[in-house]
């Protein structure tokens, strides 16, 4: 199997259990977590798309002709695209943990039935 088809067929799988998990569990932590894993799915399919066979790595060699350097290079934009997506995810994992941690001191409990239920 090719290695960018499997990457994709994984990174599927870990949406269906990331949606399984953000839909089904009654759990704040535990959905916070499904979140992350659909996160981690979409920067997998990023790096797949941006993946050529025996390509080179997108920095400049001085010793490789432009021409081929240009022709077989990997694609760079899905690689700053996951950079990207990392530091957003990291950053929006923090303030749901932040969230969780005040919905717990307010409701004693991080089930998301008992929360939503009390006004």
């Known amino acids: ?51 050529k066979e025996g390509g080179y790595v997108p920095i400049y060699i001085p010793t490789v002709e432009f021409q081929i350097f240009s ?7 899905p690689q700053a695209l996951v950079l990207t997506n990392i530091v957003i995810g990291a950053s929006m994992l923090a303030v749901m943990l932040a969230l969780s941690i005040v919905f717990y001191k307010k409701y004693k409990t991080l089930k998301t039935s008992v929360i939503l239920k009390e006004d």
């Open 71 to 77: 022709k077989e290079m990997a694609y760079p934009l």
């Open 1 to 51: 199997m090719d290695l960018q088809l499997a990457s994709f067929i994984t990174a599927g799988a870990l949406v269906v259990l990331g949606l399984y998990g953000f839909f089904f569990v009654d759990n704040v932590i535990k959905k916070i977590i499904a979140l992350s894993i659909i996160s981690n799915s979409v920067n997998l399919t990023l790096v797949a798309m941006g993946y």
